[in-house]
């Protein structure tokens, strides 16, 4: 036996290939237009999308890189009242005329309040310390000293103060712990 195929096995083989295809009716070329049409409407639709999408992208990086430039707005809008503040009452304590200091010290303690709102306003909180149990997630501690009032391992004196932005520490308190007293040495 031979591997190799006469002529005649291999047009048997595939009769396909002798055949040839009818040409299409004028029912079957319509057909064939209207799909071509649509296949074309379609790609043209996809190409647009595709356009509208990357014009899409390229406007939201452009929105969020403004949104992050301009980001302390809102808080610069509540601190700029209170900057105007200071500047008069910077203005009152240069004054020759101005020889009343208390006045002064209550303008002051005014902006000084209105500067704490604003601040507070837009999500910051102090972490006053003062008494409470030593927390290392709030507190840095500078040094022990000795109280037979305030129980050992509480704050005994807060020299700054800590701030959070809402659930997020930004400073932590700074703090004197205190601890017991030593004994008194015995000779």
Not at 69 to 97: C, E, S
């Amino acid at each position: 036996m031979s591997d190799d195929l006469t002529t005649s096995e291999t047009d048997a083989a595939t009769p396909a290939a002798t055949e040839t295809l009818a040409p299409p009716t004028p029912a079957e070329l319509d057909d064939l237009r209207a799909k071509a049409a649509k296949a074309d409407e379609h790609w043209d639709r996809l190409l647009r999308q595709g356009a509208d999408f990357e014009n899409f992208k390229k406007r939201a990086a452009r929105d969020r890189q403004e949104d992050i430039r301009y980001a302390n707005k809102g808080l610069l809008d509540k601190l700029i009242p209170v900057l105007d503040n200071f500047d008069m009452a910077m203005a009152a304590a240069n004054n020759a005329q101005t020889a009343n200091a208390d006045a002064l010290k209550v303008g002051v303690s005014m902006i000084h309040s209105q500067f704490k709102a604003a601040l507070l306003e837009s999500g910051l909180e102090e972490l006053d310390a003062t008494g409470k149990p030593f927390d290392p997630n709030w507190q840095e501690a500078v040094s022990h000293q000795e109280s037979a009032t305030v129980p050992e391992g509480h704050v005994l004196q807060q020299l700054r103060m800590g701030y959070k932005l809402r659930d997020r520490l930004l400073r932590p308190a700074t703090v004197i712990v205190a601890k017991q007293p030593a004994a008194p040495a015995t000779t």
